[in-house]
């Protein structure tokens, strides 16, 4: 039920995909899934958009919360993942602060959405008092963000990123 309450709020205006725990909405096009890799700790999906008629590639990335978990070995992968494959966007449930990934540093030409052009509470998780910014929105240089917001809702444990943007 919770879930069908929140796919309610963009079944009208967005295509929508759901992986594993993860709901992305666009405004655009699946294309495809073009693979997904799994290792202990992290799943990534890569799928192809459109989007204002110009082909993207989407990481759609969760990563296992679990505090026992290393990070550095699961970061150090995806990063590789990103320099190999070059996604426009990389969204997700890292579970990992985004202070972290930039302490980590991102693959050359990568930035956080947030960094960017984010204003505002950026802490995603816990609901309903988010105290950690655990979900994240990487984009390549490709990508001209104008819009990166996070918004409330009850049907999640998590806020919902919101991101809008050109494309170079």
Not at 5 to 13: I, M, N
Not at 117 to 123: E, Q
Request: glycine fraction near 6%.
């Amino acid at each position: 039920k919770k879930f069908n309450d929140f796919v309610d709020l963009f079944k009208e205006k967005y295509k929508y995909l759901f992986r594993y725990k993860l709901l992305i909405a666009v405004k655009g096009e699946y294309l495809k899934s073009k693979w997904s890799f799994t290792q202990p700790g992290m799943m990534v999906w890569m799928h192809e958009i459109a989007v204002k008629g110009k082909k993207l590639k989407l990481f759609i990335v969760d990563i296992r919360a679990d505090p026992l978990l290393p990070r550095r070995p699961i970061i150090d992968h995806l990063k590789s993942l990103i320099e190999k494959h070059k996604p426009d966007i990389v969204v997700g449930d890292l579970n990992i602060p985004r202070r972290y990934i930039r302490k980590l540093g991102l693959p050359y030409g990568y930035s956080h959405a947030y960094d960017l052009v984010g204003r505002g509470w950026s802490y995603s998780w816990p609901m309903p008092f988010p105290m950690l910014g655990l979900d994240q929105i990487i984009c390549s240089s490709r990508i001209r963000p104008y819009l990166y917001s996070l918004k409330s809702y009850w049907s999640s444990d998590h806020r919902m990123q919101e991101f809008k943007f050109d494309i170079k």
